[in-house]
C-alpha cells in the first residue's frame, strides 16, 4: 500500500530515544545492581521495543504467525510502551502518603499508595500499605522522617508479582529481599 502523504515529518513523530532519555530512571551502579533481573527485564523490553520500530519486515507477524494490521502494529506499539513504562515504576516507584479515615470509628489512617498504568497507558492509584493509626505513628503531630523501605519493598514486591502474573514472565525475586517485606502478616 502507498501512502498518499509524507510520514517523515519531524512534528507527531515518536523518537524512541528521547522518549527513553526524557523517562527513564536513572540510576548508579549499586542500585541497577540490587534490581538485578527487573533491570535485566526492562533491558530485554526496551532492546524488543526498539528493534521492533526499526524492523522492516513487511509483514509483522504475531505469536501465531498471523500477519498484523496497521491498527494491530499501532495497539502493539501502545502495549511496548505501557510494558516499558510498568517496568519504570518497579524500577522506581511512585509513592505517596495519604490519609484515610474510618467513619465509624472516626480514627485517622495513614496509608502509602503508588501508582500503576492501566491498559491505556494512564496512571492509577493501585497499590496502598496501611501504616497505622495517624495519632500512633505521629511524634509531635507529624510523620517522623523513619525509614519507610519496608514499606517501599513491600509495594515494590506487589508491582513485581502483577507484571509477572500480567506478562507471564518469571523473574525472581531479589534474593537480598526481607521475607518479612514478601508475605506480610495479615
Known amino acids: 500500500m502507498l501512502l498518499p502523504y509524507n510520514i517523515n515529518r519531524p512534528e507527531g513523530k515518536f523518537d524512541f530515544d528521547s ?51 496497521p491498527l494491530q502494529i499501532y495497539n502493539a506499539i501502545e502495549f511496548y510502551k505501557i510494558r516499558i513504562q510498568k517496568l519504570w515504576l518497579i524500577i522506581q516507584p511512585k509513592m505517596y502518603f495519604t490519609h484515610n479515615e474510618n467513619k465509624a470509628t472516626g480514627v485517622r489512617y495513614v496509608s502509602v499508595r503508588a501508582m500503576w498504568v492501566d491498559q491505556n497507558g494512564q496512571m492509577f492509584k493501585r497499590f496502598s500499605k496501611n501504616l497505622g493509626a495517624e495519632e500512633k505513628i505521629k511524634v509531635n503531630g507529624k510523620i517522623p522522617d523513619i525509614d519507610y523501605s519496608g514499606v517501599k519493598e513491600t509495594i515494590t514486591f506487589y508491582m513485581q508479582d502483577l507484571y509477572s502474573l500480567e506478562y507471564s514472565v518469571s523473574i525472581k525475586p531479589r534474593p537480598n529481599l526481607n521475607p518479612e517485606f514478601m508475605f506480610p502478616p495479615s
Not at 533481573?37 to 526498539?50: A, C
Open 19 to 69: 522518549w527513553i532519555d526524557r523517562n527513564e530512571p536513572h540510576h548508579g551502579a549499586s542500585r541497577i545492581k540490587v534490581l538485578g533481573p527487573w533491570y535485566d527485564e526492562y533491558q530485554t523490553v526496551k532492546v524488543g521495543f526498539k528493534n521492533f520500530l526499526l524492523s522492516f519486515d513487511n509483514d509483522i507477524m504475531d505469536e501465531n504467525g498471523i500477519k498484523l494490521t
